[in-house]
């Protein structure tokens, strides 16, 4: 390597670089949460996606310049992970953007300019490339950076060409890269030998518009977007084989190691590539936990209990038995809390989700473990030494249980497994997910994207106003801009001044009117896309065109019912920190005109006197009637002041605060009342769980109170009614009538039983005698499957060494099959368990079970006299 260039670590790479555009007048911003507000991608996965909305002209840049470091987690080559050098879930992305202000020019010349003079590469040691089409790219890197030509490759446009999606805005790329062997010569530069090189710097000259037909027309407003992989610069200057073995992720590594008791150094392959897992996946576990997200088994939830479990997985792979994930989570929090202050605020909910899902996830491989020995059992039973590509991956994908782990254990019974078969049915997983939210797509459904150009942004006035005078900016019908519209038709309008708040931060939007000269329509809804309020209703009376002038009117009564719950849930969120736990934070919320939701951090349930305490303390402030103080401040000066942020909210350099003095104050752009007075009564209608977790509260307030109160007087009289006794003497009632129900169940369930035996009885003297063995096929009328499984084994212990197999149809379109047999049977290579599964697809269903007793469904019941007879006629083949 002919360069020298200085060791930095990964802060100070960060830092240099940050530092380095913000004296070219670039506003450092602070990373955007992994939660993306963009909907078409389930996790922040590049450091240009929060600025989607002022790429597609949705959104005025505050500044014309801007730098980054963007925390970013892709998951779509996990498997990739810890065997490549670069491959990661979580990683940090450096980058410079311009809105409309510099270009490829000054781009090319400072990315040149940060790599040689600032991070101190050697020119010899740099190649660019750039898109093949792009003479003007080629020509400023020759005649300008001085670049020789043969370090300047064209490529094509699946790797120089920068597209958001089928339609939208892109632009060709220039990349930098980094020769670690410049002695090999300028000759046959292959740039996919990632032995030699890798490309640390892309710059994105965004210039074009795609339409539909595929046809590029010029920008008026040319961006510039350029990512810098803060681990692969780190891989280079502190010359190191690879990105896991930088100072950004190698102390979580050996924390993993000293944990298992193992050197990284001298352990194998196999071994480093799980260390390097837990290294990766870890980073990405702390961010998106201190991000509010939450553990589950759907969307970015789901993305994060299997980053957790692949942890574990692998924690067991180099022999750690016990809890280990809040170990490595605390090195990696204290590598990240310098860049990422929130990690460690949120240290107490990370280490709590983390030992959470790991205790039970060792449940889960427990279970495995037991489903392994029950699947080797039966392999041996059968004769045959390999355990199914299928069996392993069922392991796998549902106990969470490594082929690797799989295959140790199949060992040591001298068994193999069908590696293949487990690939295959692995690539069909693959195949299911790898379509999603790899690219950014920077086109929005409806037309208010070729809108955005034309008309401006919508101005609130919501908070002080209830009506004011406006302008029809735009309509659409279905999502298509129209220039009018007529009585009757379902519409969305944009205004360029509105009272109506839109949905946003979990309160729904206003309802109420536009109306004009002879105009009137009823709006059901409001929603926000980007910066335009757009108004979803019903023109009730005369036409509607752009242009005309209009009067919004908000429903005054919804308003005051949606304040009352707001309001209401903010005091809901301080009774809960006060009196159950300060470390409760808000994991979601719905606050609508009826009723509102409340879903929080904690790992258990309520008790009942916690929820009834928490009730009283959210009216006895509602009592006290305290005033609300409504600022807008710096967010710093907010935080600072103690102000909650909201979950999955996204803020600007200014908030908007909301302060009950003493009580309660959040950071929220929602609609409140004035005073807590106003909001009357609230009451608790339940607490339950929701998700690992996460536990949820639903309540009512305000005037919606008396809704509540009229529905359950009008339950109660109505119960009153019918049991004919009075309304304090409902509760004993209805237990007398549960102990009541319950005796003439057990009673039913017996006299059930008891027909089953006495019509299974009757079956004895029909068994055939096949060889050493007896069999008894046959179908019993109006049996419950549970009935039908003790006739089966009582047959079974009658006849002693056979087969049994009983069919039923316990109700319309469902057929129940039963298949009992004895170990002399199973001897024969017969398991009830897959016996009685294939029989059963004849009749449309399936089932399975033990070997020696297994139990299936089906939904045709014409179909049962066929199952049985061929259940019949195996049976006799196989034992005669």
Same mark, same amino acid.
């Given at each position: 390597?002919?360069? /020298? ?6 802060? !100070?790479?960060? /830092? ?21 507000? *963009? ?10 996606? #929060? ?34 050098? &670069? ?13 409309? *202000? ?69 632009? #060709?790329?220039s990349e930098i890269y980094y020769d670690f062997h410049p002695e090999r010569g300028d000759e046959n530069i292959d740039l996919e030998d990632d032995s030699r090189f890798i490309e640390f710097y892309n710059l994105v000259f965004m210039q074009y518009n795609r339409d539909a037909s595929g046809n590029l027309t010029p920008l008026q407003n040319k961006n510039i977007d350029t990512g810098m992989g803060l681990d ?8 190191? #084989?690879? /990105? ?139 004769? /045959? ?20 782990? +799989? ?12 590696? !293949? ?19 950014? *797509? ?8 070729? $809108? ?58 206003? &309802? ?25 209703? &019903?023109?009730?009376?005369? +036409? ?43 994991? @979601? ?25 928490? !009730? ?92 509540? $109160? ?22 004993? &009632? ?14 039913? !369930?017996?006299?059930?039983?008891? $027909? ?76 009830? @368990? ?40 195996? $049976? ?5």
């Amino acid at each position: 390597m002919s360069s /020298n260039p200085q060791y930095l670590s990964g802060n !100070e790479i960060r /830092n240099t670089f940050l530092n380095f555009f913000a004296q070219r007048s670039h506003q450092i911003l602070p990373s955007a949460s992994l939660v993306p507000e *963009d909907p078409t991608v389930l996790l922040t996965i590049a450091g240009m996606l #929060p600025f989607k909305p002022i790429f597609l002209g949705q959104r005025t840049p505050e500044f014309k310049r801007a730098t980054t470091s963007q925390k970013c987690i892709r998951t779509n080559d996990i498997e990739n992970v810890g065997r490549t050098k &670069r491959h990661h879930t979580f990683f940090e992305m450096l980058g410079n953007f311009s809105f409309g *202000d510099y270009f490829k020019e000054q781009a090319i010349a400072w990315g040149w300019e940060i790599s040689t003079q600032v991070f101190g590469f050697s020119p010899q040691n740099l190649v660019v490339s750039v898109f093949e089409e792009d003479d003007e790219a080629f020509a400023i890197w020759r005649d300008q950076i001085g670049v020789p030509v043969a370090r300047i490759k064209r490529l094509g446009e699946d790797d120089n060409f920068w597209v958001s999606g089928p339609t939208g805005p892109c632009g #060709p790329c220039s990349e930098i890269y980094y020769d670690f062997h410049p002695e090999r010569g300028d000759e046959n530069i292959d740039l996919e030998d990632d032995s030699r090189f890798i490309e640390f710097y892309n710059l994105v000259f965004m210039q074009y518009n795609r339409d539909a037909s595929g046809n590029l027309t010029p920008l008026q407003n040319k961006n510039i977007d350029t990512g810098m992989g803060l681990d692969r610069m780190a891989q280079i200057l502190q010359k190191v #084989p690879n /990105n896991y073995e930088t100072d950004l992720i190698f102390p979580i590594i050996q924390t993993a190691a000293q944990i298992a008791a193992i050197d990284y150094h001298s352990s194998d392959e196999k071994t480093k590539t799980s260390l390097k897992v837990i290294g990766d996946h870890i980073r990405a576990v702390i961010h998106m936990i201190a991000d509010e997200i939450r553990a589950s088994n759907v969307g970015r939830g789901y993305v994060l209990r299997r980053l957790i479990r692949r942890v574990v997985r692998h924690g067991r792979l180099i022999g750690i038995s016990s809890e280990f994930t809040t170990q490595v989570a605390e090195t990696a929090i204290a590598l990240s809390e310098s860049a990422y202050p929130n990690v460690r605020q949120r240290e107490a909910a990370i280490k709590a989700e983390l030992q959470r899902e790991e205790s039970n996830f060792l449940r889960t491989l427990d279970r495995g473990e037991k489903l392994l020995e029950e699947i080797i059992q039966e392999v041996k039973q059968q004769g /045959n030494t390999q355990i199914s590509g299928e069996s392993a991956f069922t392991l796998y994908d549902t106990y969470g249980f490594p082929l690797e782990l +799989t295959q140790e254990v199949a060992e040591e019974n001298n068994l193999t497994v069908d590696a !293949e078969g487990f690939e295959a049915q692995m690539e069909i997983q693959k195949g299911r997910g790898r379509d999603a939210h790899e690219t950014i *797509d920077l086109t929005v459904q409806g037309s208010l994207d070729k $809108l955005a150009e034309h008309i401006q942004v919508t101005e609130f006035l919501g908070y002080t106003q209830s009506a004011a005078t406006a302008i029809i900016e735009a309509i659409l019908l279905e999502g298509v801009s129209q220039e009018e519209a007529e009585a009757g038709t379902q519409v969305q309008i944009v205004l360029d001044k509105t009272p109506f708040y839109a949905e946003s931060g979990g309160q729904i939007g206003d &309802r109420g009117y536009i109306s004009g000269d002879g105009i009137v329509v009823r709006i059901e809804d409001v929603k926000k896309e980007s910066d335009f309020f757009v108004h979803f209703g &019903r023109i009730e009376r005369g +036409t509607l065109r752009v242009g005309d002038p209009v009067t919004a009117q908000i429903d005054p009564a919804c308003r005051r019912r949606a304040q009352a719950n707001h309001t209401a849930t903010h005091l809901l969120q301080a009774a809960l920190k006060k009196i159950v736990d300060d470390g409760i934070s808000q994991a @979601g919320s719905l606050v609508s005109f009826d009723r509102l939701r409340f879903d929080f951090n904690c790992p258990r349930a309520l008790t009942a006197e916690e929820v009834q305490q928490v !009730e009283e303390q959210v009216n006895s402030w509602i009592a006290e009637a305290h005033a609300a103080k409504v600022e807008v401040l710096p967010i710093a000066e907010a935080k600072a002041k103690g102000a909650v942020a909201m979950f999955g909210e996204k803020y600007g350099d200014e908030v908007r605060v909301i302060d009950f003095p003493s009580v309660s104050m959040e950071l929220c752009g929602g609609t409140h009342v004035s005073n807590t007075a106003e909001i009357g009564v609230f009451k608790i209608i339940s607490e339950a769980g929701v998700a690992s977790g996460v536990r949820r509260i639903e309540a009512v307030s305000g005037p919606a109170i008396l809704d509540y $109160l009229n529905l359950r007087d009008k339950v109660v009289k109505d119960l009153s009614d019918r049991f004919k006794v009075k309304p304090e003497e409902l509760p004993d &009632r209805v237990t007398s009538l549960q102990s009541e129900l319950r005796n003439s169940q057990k009673e039913l !369930e017996t006299l059930k039983v008891q $027909l089953a035996i006495a019509k299974s009885d009757s079956l004895l003297q029909t068994a055939e005698t096949v060889g050493d063995h007896k069999i008894i096929v046959a179908q019993l009328e109006n049996v419950d499957p549970e009935s039908l499984k003790t006739a089966a084994e009582r047959l079974l212990q009658k006849i002693g060494n056979g087969a049994v197999v009983l069919g039923s149809v316990p109700e319309a379109d469902k057929v129940s099959i039963v298949a009992a047999f004895s170990p002399e049977v199973n001897k024969k290579g017969l398991q009830a @368990g897959k016996f009685v599964g294939a029989i059963a697809k004849i009749c449309g269903g399936g089932g399975g079970g033990r070997p020696n007793l297994a139990q299936a469904g089906g939904r045709d019941a014409s179909k049962l006299p066929d199952a049985l007879g061929q259940a019949e006629s195996d $049976l006799k083949s196989a034992l005669a």
